[in-house]
C-alpha cells in the first residue's frame, strides 16, 4: 500500500479547480488510486464539470490551459511535455484541441508584410528601374549598316584573335591587318575574344592566367588593331568567355564602352546586321557562341542557327571553336552562308590536351556584290582579295 498525506489529499481532492490527473501526478500514483483513496476516506464526489476533458480523456482545469497557453508559443515542445507529463507529439495536438497558436511566428510574419511597400509602389519602382538599365546594359538586336558603292565588297570575319597569348601568330595577325588596311573595298566583323585577358577564376587555372601578356599591354594592343582598321570595321562583337570575363565578375561591360569612344558598332555576344551594300540588302547574324556543335561538321552549328534562329539570315557566323570553315548551302531556296571563323592563337596548349591540333590562321571571307544578291565565300581572305580586286578594278 503506498503511503500519503491523508489532510492534504483531502484537501487537494476537494478543489474542484483541480483535475484527477493533476492530483494523480503530484502522489505520483495513477487516477484509479486516486479515486480508491478517495472511495476509502468516503471523500464526497466534486464537481469538475469546468475542467475540460481532453481527447486521451484527461481533464485539464481552466487555470492549467491558461498557463499551458502562455507557454506554449514560447517553450520548446519537449520542456511542456515533461512538464505535463504528456509525449512530445501530444503537445501540439493538446494546442489543438485547446485552440492555442504559435502565435510568434505567425505574428512575426504578418508584421514584416505589414512593413512592406505597397505592390503599386514596388511595380512602378521596377519599371523605372528597367527603362534606366535597359540605357544601361542592353545593346540593339538588329543594327543597320550602309555602304554606299557599285562595287563588290569583301567581308572578311574574325574572331578570337586572343591577343596577349604567347601562342597568337602575330605576324599573321599583323599580315591580315596591313592588307585590310590596303584593299579597297575589303571590310572587318570583329567578333568575341579580341585579347586574351586570362582572369584567373580559380586555383586550378593559376599557370594558364601567367601564360599571357600583361592584360593592361594586351588590351592596348587589341585597342591599336581596332583602331588602325579604322572605316574597314564595319562592328565589333563580344563573347561570354574572355571578353566577357571582366563583365562577369563586374557587371559592367567595358568592351562596350571602348565601343562607344571608338564610335564602332557594337553587338555584344550576338546580333542581326542589315547590311546594305549598294542597293542590296544581305542580313548577317553572328554570335560567339551556339548549340549543335560538331568536331566533323564544321558549320553544322551555324546552320542549326539560320534554321531555328530567330533571323533569316544570308549569312550566319559562329565563333569559339577556334577552327575555321565557311559553307553554302540552300534554304528557302535562296543560296545562304554557314561561317565559323578561325583563330589567331595557333599554338594552344589548353586546346592541345583535349585533342585539338592544327589550328590555323584563317579568317572566312564573303564578297557581296552591290545590285544583285550574290555571294562568293572564301576560307581565307587572302585567296578572296584575288577576286575581289579583279572585280573591282
Not at 469546468?50 to 515542445?77: C, H, L, M
Request: charged share 25%; net charge neutral; hydrophobic share 35%.
Amino acid at each position: 500500500m503506498i503511503d500519503y498525506n491523508v489532510d492534504e489529499f483531502t484537501k487537494v481532492w476537494s478543489d474542484s479547480q483541480v483535475c484527477v490527473g493533476d492530483i494523480a501526478k503530484r502522489f505520483g500514483v495513477n487516477r484509479r488510486t486516486v479515486y480508491d483513496w478517495a472511495n476509502n476516506l468516503r471523500l464526497p464526489k466534486v464537481d469538475r464539470s469546468g475542467n475540460k476533458r481532453t481527447q486521451s480523456g484527461v481533464y485539464w482545469t481552466e487555470e492549467r490551459i491558461k498557463e499551458f497557453a502562455r507557454e506554449y508559443p514560447s517553450t520548446d515542445s519537449r520542456i511542456l511535455a515533461k512538464k505535463y507529463g504528456v509525449g512530445a507529439l501530444r503537445i501540439r495536438q493538446l494546442a489543438s484541441e485547446f485552440g492555442i497558436l504559435k502565435k510568434s511566428v505567425k505574428r512575426d510574419v504578418d508584421e514584416a508584410i505589414e512593413d512592406l511597400p505597397t505592390y503599386e509602389e514596388l511595380m512602378d519602382l521596377s519599371v523605372t528601374e528597367q527603362l534606366i538599365m535597359d540605357k544601361l546594359i542592353k545593346h540593339p538586336e538588329v543594327v543597320r549598316i550602309e555602304i554606299d558603292t557599285d562595287k563588290p565588297i569583301g567581308l572578311t570575319n574574325w574572331g578570337d584573335l586572343l591577343l596577349g597569348h604567347p601562342g597568337v601568330d602575330y605576324v599573321g595577325v599583323d599580315s591580315a591587318t596591313n592588307l585590310v588596311c590596303e584593299t579597297d573595298g575589303l571590310f572587318v566583323y570583329a567578333g568575341g575574344d579580341g585579347s586574351e585577358n586570362f582572369i584567373v577564376s580559380n586555383g586550378k587555372s593559376a599557370g594558364a592566367g601567367l601564360n599571357q601578356q600583361q592584360i593592361v599591354r594586351q588590351r592596348a594592343l587589341f585597342i591599336r588593331l581596332l583602331q588602325k582598321l579604322g572605316d574597314s570595321l564595319i562592328a565589333l562583337g563580344s563573347s561570354s568567355e574572355h571578353s566577357g570575363w571582366n563583365r562577369a565578375m563586374t557587371g559592367v561591360d567595358d568592351l562596350a564602352e571602348l565601343a562607344k569612344r571608338l564610335n564602332l558598332v557594337y553587338t555584344d555576344v550576338g546580333g542581326l546586321i542589315e547590311l546594305t551594300v549598294g542597293n542590296q540588302i544581305y542580313n548577317i547574324f553572328r554570335t560567339h557562341r551556339y548549340k549543335y556543335n560538331s568536331d566533323f561538321n564544321l558549320t553544322h552549328t551555324a546552320k542549326q542557327l539560320w534554321r531555328l534562329g530567330q533571323y533569316d539570315a544570308d549569312i550566319t557566323i559562329v565563333e569559339h571553336r577556334h577552327s575555321a570553315a565557311i559553307e553554302s548551302f540552300l534554304g528557302h531556296g535562296l543560296e545562304r552562308y554557314a561561317v565559323r571563323t578561325g583563330t589567331a592563337k595557333v599554338y594552344d596548349d589548353y586546346a592541345r590536351k583535349f585533342g585539338y591540333y592544327g589550328q590555323r590562321f584563317a579568317n572566312p571571307t564573303i564578297i557581296l556584290y552591290p545590285n544583285e544578291r550574290r555571294m562568293i565565300g572564301f576560307l581565307h581572305m587572302e585567296d578572296a582579295m584575288i577576286t575581289l580586286k579583279a572585280l573591282r578594278e
